[in-house]
């Protein structure tokens, strides 16, 4: 149209290619003078727009390459949708509560026919960096009593009932006078205790969440396994049939050694600090190495196979030593809501219903009602109940406060116990309310042993 061509050569004189081009030395005039023109803030825009698309396209392209070339990372993160994502895991899980460092927390049970109690409370403020702690044992007519508050400067203790002063361990000197002597601490093993002390005030030595996400230690180790793609295998998910993709992998001793290896190089400086301290205070690692060993031992050989239908983990297949599992997640309102588990020829079977905001699982072993989980969304609670009433639990949690209780007593070595344990968001820090502050290293061995006599009688 005659509007388009005007158009054209209105775009062609501008870009120079049209027949009334400029001279050279006009070009140049030209050019100097585009040079020296600001961009527009819509093309400033327009470019940067283009950057964060090439950005997003690069970003998108590199994780969908890692993604497709190694299925156990699809496998790891179907089989975690399919285990945690779904609200009895949540309403089962406190960490949402306790993960960013400031929490207050109680302990509690009793045994009433011993005469036996215990209650703790324990607080801690990640952003002030700081704790508190106090305690109440009863045993038949004796009481005993501690409080303690802890900072990066000091620790407090009092101990009612048995001295009337508080004591303060300014721990960053290190020194603890004639307490040393008494607990047969050396000079190393004081600067060790300081130390562990300095770390735990810092609460850098906590483990992260992402400990076992795909990108955390465990899960990289597991995605760094050898596979093999298995026969797909038929599977029964929401009522139907379904073709599922098979992976395998086979888990060997030198597996298991890097897997140990890894949490070894995962510690943070922190805590390889606490590990060398404890050493240093006669406390050896051996035990819990040694049991990660035989951990690793017994893992040693087993085969591993998953089914994935569309992001969930459909069926999961043991061979480890002498057990042999099938474990079927056969779906529902969410993927694990149903399961069918075939262990060494016994089963277990979960069937959960949902009316409105409540969900109720029965839980059968061979066949047999062995338990029911009552789980109400709307107020957060959750009833476990086995089927002879011989353990009755209560779980509540609404995202700020986290209980697990038992009204009904637990019959423990044939006492009968009850007992709660809770965490909250809020931190309750509270400091020993003494008149009198003692520094401990003004203690020296005759008040060492009024106190220790004075402790002795109280627990007479």
Same mark, same amino acid.
């Given at each position: 149209s005659e509007s388009e061509d005007s158009k054209g050569k209105v775009?062609?004189?501008?870009?120079?290619?049209?027949?009334?081009?400029?001279?050279?030395?006009?070009?140049?005039?030209?050019?100097?003078?585009?040079?020296?023109?600001?961009?527009?803030? *819509?093309?400033?825009?327009?470019?940067?727009?283009?950057?964060?698309?090439?950005?997003?396209?690069?970003?998108?392209?590199?994780?969908?390459?890692?993604?497709?070339?190694?299925?156990?990372?699809?496998v790891l993160a179907a089989s975690r949708k399919t285990i945690m994502d779904n609200d009895i895991m949540k309403a089962l899980d406190p960490m949402e509560i306790i993960s960013?460092?400031?929490f207050s927390s109680n302990f509690s049970f009793s045994a009433s026919s011993t005469g036996v109690s215990f209650g703790a409370d324990y607080s801690q403020d990640g952003k002030k960096k700081q704790q508190s702690f106090a305690a109440t044992a009863n045993v038949g007519l004796a009481r005993v009593e501690l409080q303690e508050y802890f900072d990066r400067e000091q620790v407090l203790l009092f101990m009612p009932g048995v001295t009337g002063n508080s004591y303060s361990y300014d721990y960053r000197n290190g020194k603890l006078g004639d307490l040393a002597g008494r607990l047969g601490l050396t000079e190393e093993k004081e600067e060790a205790l300081a130390d562990i002390l300095s770390v735990v005030a810092d609460g850098k030595w906590q483990r992260s969440r992402s400990f076992i996400s795909p990108g955390g230690?465990? #899960?990289?180790?597991?995605? &760094?396994?050898? *596979?093999?793609?298995?026969?797909?295998?038929?599977?029964?998910?929401?009522?139907?049939?379904?073709?599922?993709? &098979? *992976?395998?992998?086979?888990?060997?001793?030198?597996?298991?050694?890097?897997?140990?290896?890894?949490?070894?190089?995962?510690?943070?400086?922190?805590?390889?600090?606490?590990?060398?301290?404890?050493? @240093?205070?006669?406390?050896?690692?051996?035990?819990?190495?040694?049991? #990660?060993?035989?951990?690793?031992? @017994?893992?040693? #050989? &087993?085969?591993?196979?998953? *089914?994935?239908?569309? &992001?969930?983990?459909a069926q999961f297949v043991c061979e480890l030593n002498n057990t042999s599992a099938v474990i079927s997640f056969k779906g529902g309102n969410y993927p694990a809501q149903n399961v069918d588990a075939d262990v060494n020829g016994r089963s277990v079977a979960i069937r959960g219903v949902t009316d409105g905001?409540?969900?109720?699982?029965?839980?059968?072993?061979?066949?047999?009602?062995?338990?029911?989980?009552?789980?109400?969304?709307?107020?957060?609670?959750?009833?476990?109940?086995t089927a002879d009433r011989g353990m009755y639990l209560r779980i509540e949690n609404d995202g700020k406060k986290w209980k697990l209780s038992t009204d009904d007593p637990l019959l423990i070595g044939g006492a009968p116990l009850t007992g709660s344990l809770t965490f909250e968001k809020d931190p309750k820090i509270i400091k020993p309310g003494t008149e009198k502050v003692v520094d401990i290293t003004e203690l020296n061995n005759e008040a060492l042993s009024r106190i220790g006599e004075s402790l002795f009688e109280l627990l007479k």
């Amino acid at each position: 149209s005659e509007s388009e061509d005007s158009k054209g050569k209105v775009s062609d004189t501008e870009s120079g290619e049209g027949e009334d081009s400029e001279s050279p030395e006009q070009g140049d005039i030209n050019e100097e003078t585009r040079e020296e023109a600001p961009l527009k803030s *819509y093309d400033v825009r327009n470019v940067l727009l283009i950057l964060v698309a090439v950005a997003a396209v690069i970003v998108m392209a590199v994780s969908a390459f890692a993604l497709f070339q190694n299925p156990l990372v699809r496998v790891l993160a179907a089989s975690r949708k399919t285990i945690m994502d779904n609200d009895i895991m949540k309403a089962l899980d406190p960490m949402e509560i306790i993960s960013d460092g400031s929490f207050s927390s109680n302990f509690s049970f009793s045994a009433s026919s011993t005469g036996v109690s215990f209650g703790a409370d324990y607080s801690q403020d990640g952003k002030k960096k700081q704790q508190s702690f106090a305690a109440t044992a009863n045993v038949g007519l004796a009481r005993v009593e501690l409080q303690e508050y802890f900072d990066r400067e000091q620790v407090l203790l009092f101990m009612p009932g048995v001295t009337g002063n508080s004591y303060s361990y300014d721990y960053r000197n290190g020194k603890l006078g004639d307490l040393a002597g008494r607990l047969g601490l050396t000079e190393e093993k004081e600067e060790a205790l300081a130390d562990i002390l300095s770390v735990v005030a810092d609460g850098k030595w906590q483990r992260s969440r992402s400990f076992i996400s795909p990108g955390g230690t465990v #899960g990289k180790w597991f995605t &760094g396994l050898d *596979y093999e793609k298995a026969d797909p295998a038929e599977c029964e998910v929401n009522g139907k049939k379904r073709n599922c993709k &098979g *992976y395998s992998v086979r888990v060997e001793s030198e597996d298991m050694e890097r897997l140990l290896d890894l949490l070894a190089k995962e510690r943070k400086s922190d805590r390889r600090r606490i590990r060398d301290d404890l050493e @240093t205070l006669g406390f050896s690692e051996s035990a819990v190495c040694s049991a #990660g060993r035989k951990i690793a031992d @017994t893992v040693t #050989g &087993g085969q591993f196979t998953f *089914y994935i239908w569309r &992001g969930q983990l459909a069926q999961f297949v043991c061979e480890l030593n002498n057990t042999s599992a099938v474990i079927s997640f056969k779906g529902g309102n969410y993927p694990a809501q149903n399961v069918d588990a075939d262990v060494n020829g016994r089963s277990v079977a979960i069937r959960g219903v949902t009316d409105g905001n409540v969900e109720e699982i029965s839980v059968l072993l061979d066949g047999d009602n062995a338990g029911t989980v009552k789980y109400d969304r709307s107020a957060g609670d959750m009833d476990i109940v086995t089927a002879d009433r011989g353990m009755y639990l209560r779980i509540e949690n609404d995202g700020k406060k986290w209980k697990l209780s038992t009204d009904d007593p637990l019959l423990i070595g044939g006492a009968p116990l009850t007992g709660s344990l809770t965490f909250e968001k809020d931190p309750k820090i509270i400091k020993p309310g003494t008149e009198k502050v003692v520094d401990i290293t003004e203690l020296n061995n005759e008040a060492l042993s009024r106190i220790g006599e004075s402790l002795f009688e109280l627990l007479k």
